[in-house]
């Protein structure tokens, strides 16, 4: 028998960079997962294997032994951490094989941690609420990113969509329609900081006030019209309003030629949306559009990324069953 836990990836729909001085952002699920599997085997340790990473670490039951490349594993060892104080550990052998892009801005490292909390949860016969594994998910977090927003554990235990603005928490938002949709996430292959890019707009602000702060309000107002055409189902509106905010993002410097071909050339072969999530600079861009239309778009942009997913939103955030 073992354990198989799966969580989904997240995008930003809207409102990402704008955040920061506290205008809301749209969060959703989409159906690229990390998974994770835990069985009994007959080694007195815990051995992680990532599959996706290429990296391997044995830790024994009291935690007192780590061996191999741990500076890559602090978020997975901080998941055992916590479930420690829960219970006793028992020896496991846990694969770790994820299908979400690593460092592009889908929340991997955070649908990792959910996936693998919910499954040696269930393995050590823990029955954790979704706020519990959130909330150790979290932790994980805090190594990878300091000082996480707390968006993509939250997106990843829950699935859905979310309204999110700093210091009021989360809001899961009532949405239709987009069961007729596909999402497409087209790689860059660009890598970036987003510390750096989060400075750099803040700077932009900084010089330029009376310029930005009309911008960073009609942002908000961009999400908050997002969020009422979600729940009406007006998809055609939804995409719409992806490629404004993609203007917006254009205009305070985190967009580049890379990520704008990708974006016009999936909108002339019929994408509803399309614009970069999170930090930009690189990283992803996210198309919005029927299925119907999913495999001309894929077609169109192909040439243009280094890799290429498909993935349905996900409303179910992470669950969990065991495998006979």
Known sequence: MRVVSEAPGKIILAGEHFVVKNEPAIAAAIGLKAKVYVKEHDKPWIEIDAKNLGIRIRLSADLSRIEGQVNRMKQFIKVIECLKKLSELKPAYIVIDSEIPVAVGLGSSAS??????????????????????????????KIVHKSPSGIDNTIATYGGVIAYRRGEGFLPLEVKGLEQCEIIVADTGIERSTGALVEKVLRLYDRYPEVFMPLYHAAGHLVIEMAHSLREGNIERVGELMNICQGMLYAIGVSNMAIERIVHKAREAGALGAKLTGAGGGGAVIVLCWKEDSEKIVQ??????????RAEFDMKGVRTSLEY
């Open 300 to 309: 169109a942009i192909k040439e243009l990324a280094k890799a290429i997913y």
């Open 112 to 141: 990792t941690a959910v996936a693998l909390t919910a499954a040696y949860a269930e393995y050590l016969g823990l029955k954790l609420s979704k706020e519990d594994i959130s909330s150790i998910a979290y932790e994980a977090e």
